[in-house]
């Protein structure tokens, strides 16, 4: 009796055509001997290089600062370091509560291999402007805002100076990033991420009820209220109750970024964050059939905010990417131990520089 | 609040009058997460009794919106039923920015229809849904709801 209805179903999805791509052998690593991992910043005196005078603190500040105007007039920051002959420009883009000044360990690591990096920070945290008056909630209107605000910040600040992109990005930034190569499969010559969030893990909840309730409450309001569980901003104080990181000088370096400077802070979603992230997010995690985009997915081995599924079928059916399992990494990657970060960030270099001269 | 209503136009049901073979009834609903909803639903009748329905529903909201067909079966010939129903579900509304995909999906309804009313023209509808959406990721693939309408008969023979 239900034969007629599946058929249609798989010809509703069927009417977008896949490119005629057959599925590549996965990025050899061990064909590029470097950068080595030892290559990357240690993590051992990591606040000492932030200190006044350090080393990376001074990078920090030799960076040109900017922003443009996003969708609806919100402002979006950026910041951009520079390398002599850049290979490329890598557009770092971050996860949910992240700031711009998150990225200044990846963005010296990175400049130091030769690539320039332009850091943005997604309307309604870190630097940029808020929609709502209260600066703390994690809202977004809709969810292709932040694709429309990164597509604007490649083509008018980044592709002019460098017309060669690559993206680096996290989590929320991930899906973000297959959404924008789906829509402008132009914007960007290649793609790494790290976790990025194709399948939202919804805790306690059984799917089927957490996106019941949240589908209902962002029918019946405007979805500004706190999720359940969520509030506002709050220090964190505990390291071994973190869930994103197992290096404590990273941990402690981002919990000061944050102590320092209350502009940056971001509290917990709002329903309508998690409504247009659920369904962005699932709508992102079947886009891999449609890229032609070389792409490098990172997954955490030990990761508890996103679930693993989505980055798989991505990758499955993306014919030109590459999963690469971090075991033991939480799902701050670039973030972690030197030994799961720095060898996440040499593959992500070997990765860029094989699209630089394949 | 509504017990009184309902008790006084139960009461106004005439007990003996012939009932139709076919009614077609027009009405609103209410629900979560389907927030509102406007039903047209024909009902079938054997030997007076509700036998079956097909209805055509659509149910608008900020995000969510449905455009449906069911039907159900009255067990019993009672007021309860069991049902199926086909959706076409957007998880965006249609003014969102950025692209707004439509998935089919399959449901199962269990739920009661009370005929009230002058000549039992009304029709109170209380339903329990499950919807699953094959084509969508696993997170928004199965979404459970409830809604409670009234209808009433706009055309019978």
């Known amino acids: 009796m239900h034969r007629p209805l599946l058929v249609a179903a798989v010809l509703l999805s069927a009417c977008r055509p896949a490119p005629p791509l057959s599925k590549q052998p996965p990025f050899d690593f061990e064909a590029h001997p470097t950068p080595s991992p030892e290559a990357f910043n240690p993590e051992a005196n990591l606040l000492a290089q932030w200190g006044e005078g350090g080393v990376l603190r001074d990078f920090w500040n030799s960076g040109a600062e900017g922003s443009f105007e996003g969708v609806d007039g919100v402002t979006i920051a950026y910041r951009v370091h520079r390398a002599v002959n850049p290979k490329a420009a890598v557009v770092l883009v971050p996860g949910r509560t992240e700031a711009i000044i998150k990225f200044a360990e990846v963005a010296r690591d990175l400049v130091a291999q030769g690539y320039s990096t332009y850091a943005l920070t997604l309307r309604g945290q870190g630097e940029a402007g808020r929609m709502l008056a209260d600066p703390d909630k994690g809202y977004v209107a809709w969810f292709d805002d932040y694709v429309a605000d990164t597509h604007r910040f490649i083509t008018t600040v980044v592709k002019p100076e460098q017309p060669r992109v690559f993206l680096l990005a996290h989590s929320l930034g991930g899906a973000v990033a297959v959404l924008l190569v789906d829509e402008h499969p132009d914007d960007v010559a290649a793609l790494a991420m790290t976790s990025p969030m194709l399948e939202i893990e919804l805790g306690g909840f059984p799917a089927p009820v957490a996106a019941s309730i949240a589908a209902g409450i962002c029918d019946a309001s405007d979805g500004s209220g706190y999720t359940l569980g969520a509030g506002p901003y709050a220090e964190e104080t505990d390291f071994p109750k973190n869930t994103v990181t197992n290096s404590l000088p990273r941990w402690t370096w981002k919990v000061q970024q944050l102590h320092d400077d209350e502009r940056i802070r971001l509290g917990g979603t709002t329903w309508r964050w998690l409504c247009q992230a659920l369904v962005a997010s699932s709508r992102a995690q079947g886009l891999g059939k449609f890229s032609s985009t070389p792409t490098l997915l990172f997954q955490a081995g030990a990761d508890t905010i996103v679930k693993p599924g989505g980055q798989e079928k991505y990758c499955a059916d993306a014919p030109r990417c590459t999963l690469s399992r971090v075991e033991g990494a939480k799902h701050e990657i670039l973030q972690e131990r030197d030994e799961l970060r720095n060898l996440t960030l040499s593959r992500v270099v070997k990765f860029f520089d094989a699209q630089v001269t394949p | ?157």
Do not use: C
């Not at chain 2, 149910?59 to 019993?76: K, M």
């Open chain 2, 1 to 157: 609040m509504i017990a009184l209503p309902l008790m006084l136009l139960l009461a106004a049901a005439p007990a003996t009058e012939p009932t139709p073979e076919f009614r077609l009834h027009v009405g609103g609903q209410v629900g979560f997460p389907y927030l509102l909803g406007i039903t047209s639903t024909g009902t079938f009748f054997k030997q007076g009794k509700p036998r079956f329905d097909v209805d055509v529903a659509w149910e608008p909201s900020v995000q969510l919106q449905s455009y449906s067909v069911g039907g159900a079966y009255h067990v019993l010939d009672r007021a309860f039923f069991v049902g199926g129903r086909v959706r076409l579900v957007q998880y965006q509304p249609p003014w969102a920015r950025g692209p707004v995909d439509l998935f089919l999906g399959l449901g199962l309804e269990l739920g009661a229809r009370l005929r009230v009313g002058p000549s039992d023209k009304g029709v109170i509808t209380i339903a329990l849904h499950g919807t699953f959406v094959p084509g969508q990721a696993s997170n928004l693939s199965t979404l459970i709801g409830l809604s409670a309408g009234f209808s009433w008969a706009v055309f019978e023979r």
